[in-house]
């Protein structure tokens, strides 16, 4: 991609009612503009984060045995009648109202819309246990949207719904998506840690949130330091060791500000162990059993004839909200480090005179071949000075740059850049290239 023929608009200044980090450096790297409070449209740099972001979120339910579907954004107010949620939600739902005078919403959540299809379709035990998920956008009228995408208003959601006979199998469908949210997190570049949670508007009895730790997060947090350093537990994990993996974290004490009991934390918690600080929701599970099929009829016959009512749980992760915690745990002075895994492009090349057509010659040909080789580049051949080139790469953070300049084209080498550490060498380009796709 040719910078000279992209779009990014970039900000000397983020704006001053960007309060955090996250917002301020997305708004200056040209990745979203607001449209409405809590609304924004994603430009083109933002647009490729948020579609990496979603792929490895996809990928990791697909490899848990999620099965994708598409739901609309606009749903029935009728079908939220049935569950008893459309006046128990509040001021939060946007309702709508077509030409035909039917009442509409705009979908915060679909645990009501899932459970309508899968009575529609699903009548014995034999096709369970299922796990439908999607990744749409939601709307929540959120009384103070704020934080640019980490508290919006219309956001993008993967919500994935499991379908069990009894308990005990909605219980293990539950450990699948907490390993599931753990191997998400850490292909993200984060340190997710799961908390005890309140369960809220959604209900059950069983609840975790997912929390990034970052000074600028919205609840306070408390939990045992072990866990923030606990590796991925991988995946095709067998049932004893999902409970493995599921006791492990559990044991040790971890909750949010609703759930915390000081007096527990201390005395499960060696002091030096005891952590307390801010986090950022990254995703939330809930198992509520029949809270959802018992209204809504979501039965299956059973082994013995019998309908029973299916056993549920949702599974949420803030997909566009992940933008901004990324940017909170990853970022300098000069601008963001995104992780090599959600990173916009792989590799930025910055020619440093565009006017010299051998500088040129040499750039395109790294292009060409770094592409060849499946990377993303990003080719910043305008003919802005080299100080503006170099602050506009570090600012945007793409995680290599590859300079070239017209005294080093003569002594037959480039510079590469590493722009989380910030170490540079001086090689020629088909060594940069080998390290490059190493
Ligand atoms: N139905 C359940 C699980 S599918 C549910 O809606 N859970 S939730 O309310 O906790 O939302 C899931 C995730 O969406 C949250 O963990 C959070 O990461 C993200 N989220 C919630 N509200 C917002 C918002 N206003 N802006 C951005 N992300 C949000």
């Known amino acids: ?43 083109p740099l933002g647009l490729r984060v948020l ?25 029935l107010a009728d079908l939220w009648r049935e569950s008893g949620r459309y006046d128990a939600y509040g001021p939060e739902m946007l309702r709508i ?24 379709f699903v009548k014995s035990y034999k096709s369970l246990p299922l796990n439908l998920f999607h990744i749409q956008w939601k709307f929540r009228d959120e009384r103070r949207p704020r934080f640019g995408v980490m508290r919006g208003r219309e956001f993008l959601m993967k919500d994935a719904y499991s379908f069990d006979l009894d308990e005990a199998s909605a219980r293990i469908a ?12 850490a292909r993200l570049g984060l340190k997710a840690v799961p908390m005890r949670a309140d369960t809220g508007p959604i209900g059950g009895d069983l609840s975790h949130e ?29 049932v004893e060791q999902l409970e493995g993996v599921f006791n ?22 060696a002091e030096g162990d005891r952590l307390s600080a801010r986090g950022i929701e ?3 599970i809930f198992y509520f059993g029949t809270k959802y099929s018992a209204p809504m009829k979501a039965k299956v016959a059973g082994p013995d004839g019998q309908d029973t009512e299916v056993h549920m749980g949702s599974y949420g992760v803030g997909v566009s909200r992940l933008m901004g915690a990324i940017i909170e745990a990853s970022h300098d002075a000069g601008g963001i480090i995104w992780p090599d895994s959600v990173a916009p492009f792989d590799v930025v090349v910055i020619n440093l005179r565009a006017s010299d057509e051998a500088v040129s010659a040499a750039c395109e040909e790294a292009v060409a071949k770094l592409e060849a080789l499946g990377k993303d580049v990003l080719y910043d051949d305008t003919d802005e000075r080299p100080g503006g080139k170099f602050a506009t790469a570090d600012l945007i953070g793409v995680p290599w740059q590859l300079t070239i300049g017209p ?32």
């Open 97 to 120: 109202t077509d030409r035909h005078e039917r009442e509409l919403l705009y979908g915060p959540t679909n645990e009501e819309m899932v459970t309508d299809i899968f009575r529609g």
């Open 282 to 284: 990254v995703g939330h």
């Open 174 to 185: 539950y450990k699948r998506m907490f390993a599931a949210y753990l191997n998400t997190f």
């Open 407 to 438: 005294k080093g084209l003569a002594d037959g080498v480039v510079e590469l850049k590493r722009r989380a550490t910030g170490e540079k060498q001086t090689l020629s380009l088909d060594a940069a290239l080998e390290l490059l796709t190493k």
């Open 248 to 269: 492990e974290r559990t044991a040790l004490y971890a909750a949010t500000e609703e759930m915390h009991d000081a007096g527990r934390f201390e005395a499960e918690t």
């Open 51 to 75: 579609r990496k972001i979603e792929n490895i979120v996809r990928e990791e339910q697909v490899k848990a045995g999620a099965v994708e579907l598409l739901m609309p954004t606009l749903q």
């Open 210 to 238: 997912f929390i990034v730790l970052a000074e600028t997060g919205e609840s306070e947090v408390f939990c045992d330091r072990k866990l923030v350093e606990m590796a991925a537990p991988g995946h095709d994990l067998s």
């Open 1 to 43: 991609m040719r910078l000279s023929r992209y779009f990014l608009p970039t900000l000397k200044e983020a704006p001053s009612d960007a309060q955090i980090v996250s917002h301020q450096l997305m708004l200056r790297a040209g990745m979203i503009k607001q449209e409405a409070a809590g609304i924004y449209a994603w430009l």
